[in-house]
């Protein structure tokens, strides 16, 4: 009994299969049955029985069992199934489109990128493309052998969780149905969940890049700034799921107008194109910022300057230990980060005694559409019963 209220078997099956999952995902080296029977602490039988259903699933491979001294037969070890159910993340972004599929090891098995501005687009236009490319993505996934099971959008703005885009301020987009707009489209019948691109990016980075992080801001730099927050490795999403908008801090009340309509926002400072202005747009002009050292000398410190006055707000605020810079921040780093990292050491109380980690994003541009693919896959592995019943 729980809480005076029966155990369904039924529920208690799903969450060992998820345990059973869970410990193979988490292993440095694939176990056997009899090694998740002890680190789970349910009898044998049940363990064998569990594994059989997530082998018959796809969710499971066996693999030959590595050589070992003493006697007895060596038993087979559990891998997740790189041909098991896999992710399909999509992003939208002011000057492209994205998507990715990621099996279920979190390897990225396709990929593809639409360069090409979305303003002038209307929402209708954009959310139709970017689902031509997912099923696009969709059908080579199919074709290698992989059954895409879920996807996930990363849009750059407020996002509701009946996947309703409240505002994108770059994108000029204000209450659009994403998700009424999919449903029927190119993606068919598959279900597509909608986030922000920032949180999205900041689980991937968290979950594939992580690196020992644990509470982190997670800034992305595109044309718009957004940050995904990290406590304690959970997301921070704010009482309406809303938070992060670090681009639309004012770092200088009286600055130029926002395309938000209020003034001095760090956008206008340090967006990308704030960063190329006088330069080509784009990937050109990013490139011949990273190119010309001389010309990123003088004109990064000061956006990296904006960027770490910012920052030290939401630092002070939350206790983040860590600031990884993603999107173009990425590439552009090291003459970033210093400006960031002394503003920090000025601004935020504690930095005397515990200084702050700036660094690049370990999976640069792509950060979000992987996240929005893992999130798929985490999905999976939680609640692998639902898989596992079709």
Known sequence: MNGGSPVRQASVRAHNLALVLGQVAAAHRPPSRADLAASTGLTRATVSALV????VGG???????????????????????AYGPAGLGLEINVDYLAGCVVDLTGTVRHRAVLHGDQRPVSPTEVLTAVAGLGARLRAEALAAGRVVAGAALAVPGLVSGTGLVHRAPNLA??????????????LGDLPVTIDNEANLAALAELHAGGQGLDSFVYVSGEIGIGAGIVLHRDLFRGARGWSGELGHVCVHPDGPRCRCGALGCLEQYAGQEALLRDLPAGEAGLARLRADTDLAAHRLPAAGTSLGVALAGVVNMLDVDTVVLGGIF???APWLAPAVEAEL?????????SPMTVRASALGPAAAAVGAAGAVVRDILAEPAEWVRT
């Open 345 to 353: 050491s000025r601004r935020v109380l504690t930095s005397a005694w």
């Open 173 to 186: 987009w204000h209450d659009v149905d994403a998700a009424g707009t999919l449903a029927g489209g190119p």
């Open 330 to 332: 990425g590439p552009l």
């Open 52 to 55: 059989d259903d997530l082998v």
């Open 59 to 81: 969710l499971l491979a066996e693999v030959g069992p590595a050589p070992r001294a003493g006697a007895g037969r060596p038993a087979a070890g559990l891998v997740l199934h």
